[in-house]
């Protein structure tokens, strides 16, 4: 809520922004003494003023004519029809000659005649300015003309200035010494300096946070400090000649277009500012309201200049109040940096409300009149500044919470993923185990007929035995006997030892790695697909790994049998099988130290070899070269997923007259 305090405060920065002189003004009556300790006087200050409605009058005439006291303390006529004629009398009031200044600072008035005549009423001199007489050669015309004349001793001097133009009559005149003239000059450009100092640092530092966060609130912002630059240097009369040179309305043609489209952008600044903040839902449609009648203006302004430029004049002070007043709605509301807002706004208009109070008369100041908008929008930019950097402070620092909580988030969301696909990867492991089991079927059939065979001959033998015995004739030898219990027995083992891998081979997964022979694994995997090879592939081995191995051996079954039937597969599908084979080699790698060790199991088959285009692919799920129904491309991704389980990696190859699977696997796995 605004208190006391911060209306305190607002007198005080009012106050600050010029000297207040209620002493007292010369009157236009009194001649303007010259003497050497003159330094500077201001032309309204000592200005008559005559008007000619009918723009005809010669200065024969306007010698005859009586001129008026200006009463303001500033000469801005505004739109007007008629010419001005303006009269200044100088007096040498010392005993030597005196040299003085006089200069106008407004290039886009039409035409400006300046005419000097002494006490006799003859013409000493005469100039014609403006800029409908300013032309692209850039030649005879001055811009902000500055000229001496130097009075003589006791003499007095009278200046007629006759000032004609379709654009506002501002005739900032100015008179000054010497030294005087290079004082002002000097404070004068400090002062622009730095103005547009800060301005320019405003722009880079708001295009660099625009970029930075590519919010269209700073690119609003951007362009309305953009077109109050522009706007300032045609109203400070810096833009270069050859852009005036035949287009005398073009510097209030620049600077209407601009206040409009800055009040524009300052609409959508100031919407995009409060985005994110809770305000009455009227407030939605003001800013609705604004945005068009910005709109409407700048299409009026574009249609008719003359009406659309003192349209301008009344909307814009209207616009700037009804964005005060959105602000203060804003910081009564609870927003945050409301307060920044509204004194961003409410400084421009208490320095329009001033020079307009200095322009009228209430107050005599030339300090307000002069530098008053200037000041005005130079702390409007600083406070903006000042918002725009504590709002995108208050961003990060919600951002930054805004961020944990999404991390949070996203880390359980991604747990979540992560279980459900560790849990989809073990179930696919499963089913590829389960259909491998299934195919493997008819192989173990096989495979366990030959040992019930030899335990159902021993049986038989011995039954006979058991009911002939005794019987006459029948006879059987202790020989005999053993070898039907040797047959028993090694039918028994067998079948043990192939239940046996079957178990290991189909047990759930286990929780750690368990040091084991991996000739053992090996020879258990080869008991289930020897039925496939038949008479034309043989197996090789080639085992010189002396040392046990930490794996999960159902899952090193299961990679060992993919890989087996894939190269059983690869031999099978040639066009002519002859002298094939499937050679399996074990070794050690040493490593620089005893736990960077590895064994290595290779799996050489005499196939058709991988080409190219297959061989970079041969792991990625789904892929697959079998026939439809013979395969279902997951083999090979899980066992590339198994032995990355293990720590270790799988390559394939081609080698000469076949292709080459190599499995590593590290001697000591890291927790």
């Known amino acids: 809520m605004l208190s006391l305090r911060h209306v305190h405060r607002v007198i005080l920065a009012i106050c600050l922004l010029g000297p207040v002189n209620y002493s007292g003004r010369l009157l236009a009556s009194d001649t303007l003494y010259i003497d050497r300790n003159f330094e500077n006087a201001y032309g309204v200050d000592h200005a008559w003023i005559y008007e000619d409605k009918e723009q005809d009058e010669e200065l024969q005439t ?5 001129f008026l006291d200006y009463s303001r303390p500033y000469l801005n006529f505004g739109f007007s ?4 004629w303006l009269r200044f009398i100088m007096k040498n009031s010392d005993e030597l000659p005196q040299e003085i200044y006089y200069s106008y600072q407004n290039h886009y008035l039409d035409y400006v005649d300046i005419y000097l005549v002494d006490d006799r009423d003859s013409l000493l001199t005469t100039g014609s300015f403006g800029a409908q007489r300013l032309q692209p050669s850039y030649k005879g015309i001055k811009m902000n003309p ?3 004349i130097v009075i003589p001793p006791g003499a007095a001097v009278s200046m007629y200035v006759r000032i004609q133009s379709d654009t506002p009559l501002r005739i900032p005149f100015f008179f000054n010494s010497p030294d005087s003239m290079l004082k002002r000059e000097r404070k004068r450009h400090v002062f622009l300096g730095f103005f547009y100092g800060i301005a320019g ?6 295009f660099s946070i625009m970029l930075i966060t590519r919010d269209r609130m700073y690119f609003y912002f951007l362009m309305a400090l953009l077109g109050l630059i522009v706007y300032m240097i045609a109203y400070d009369n810096l833009l270069p000649r050859w852009v005036i040179a035949g287009r005398p309305a073009f510097i209030l043609h620049v600077t209407t277009a601009c206040s409009l489209l800055v009040g524009l952008f300052y609409v959508l600044f100031t919407q995009r500012f409060f985005s994110q903040e809770k305000a009455p839902s009227v407030v939605s449609s003001v800013f609705s309201i604004l945005k068009i009648l910005s709109i409407i203006f700048f299409a009026w302004y574009l249609i008719d200049y003359y009406s659309g430029n003192k349209i301008a004049y009344f909307f814009l002070p209207l616009l700037m109040l009804s964005l005060l007043a959105l602000s203060l709605v804003y910081w009564l509301s609870g927003a945050k940096l409301a307060r920044f807002f509204f004194w961003a706004l409410f400084i421009p208009l208490a320095g329009v409300v001033l020079q307009a109070l200095a322009n009228s008369g209430v107050i005599y100041s030339h300090v307000l009149v002069v530098y008053s908008m200037k000041a005005s929008y130079m702390l409007q930019n600083i406070v903006f500044i000042i918002a725009i950097a504590d709002r995108y402070l208050l961003m990060q620092q919600n951002f930054t919470g805004l961020l944990q909580e999404k991390v949070v988030e996203r880390t359980m969301k991604l747990e979540e993923t992560l279980d459900r696909l560790k849990s989809t990867q073990q179930q696919l492991v499963h089913s ?14 096989h495979e366990i007929n030959n040992p019930l065979n030899a335990i159902s001959g021993g049986m038989y033998f011995l039954e006979e035995y058991t009911e002939k015995k005794g019987e006459e004739g029948y006879f059987t030898d202790k020989k005999s006997m053993e070898s039907a219990r040797s047959m028993i027995r090694e039918g028994f083992e067998k079948t043990y030892k192939i239940v046996k891998a079957l178990m290991a081979f189909s047990q759930s997964d286990q929780e750690k790695p368990v040091k084991t022979d991996l000739h053992e694994i090996i020879d258990n995997t080869l008991l289930f697909i020897m039925y496939r090879l038949g008479e034309n592939i043989r197996i090789e081995k080639d085992f010189r790994l002396n040392k046990r191995v930490p794996v999960f051996q159902d899952k090193l079954h299961q990679v060992l049998l993919s890989v087996l039937d894939n190269a059983i597969y690869a031999i099978q599908h040639k066009e002519q099988l002859k002298d094939e084979f499937i050679r399996i080699s074990t070794w050690e790698v040493k490593g620089r130290t005893a736990g960077e060790g590895r064994a290595v199991i290779e799996i050489y088959n005499s196939g058709p070899a991988i080409p190219d285009s297959h061989i970079t692919k041969i792991f990625d799920p789904f892929f697959t070269t079998k026939d439809p129904g013979e395969g279902t491309g997951l ?3 899980i066992t590339y997923s198994l032995i990355q389980d293990h720590q270790g990696n799988i390559e394939v190859h081609n080698v000469p007259d076949g292709v080459c699977f190599v499995i590593s696997l590290p001697l000591s796995m890291k927790s």
């Open 201 to 206: 640092f405003s722009l880079v530092l708001v």
């Open 62 to 66: 306007i010698l005859n004519r009586t």
């Open 432 to 445: 590829e185990k389960m259909a491998s089991l299934g195919t493997l079927t008819s192989g173990i059939a």
């Open 81 to 84: 029809s008629s010419a001005y």
């Open 146 to 148: 500055v000229y001496d």
């Open 635 to 637: 083999g090979l991704s």
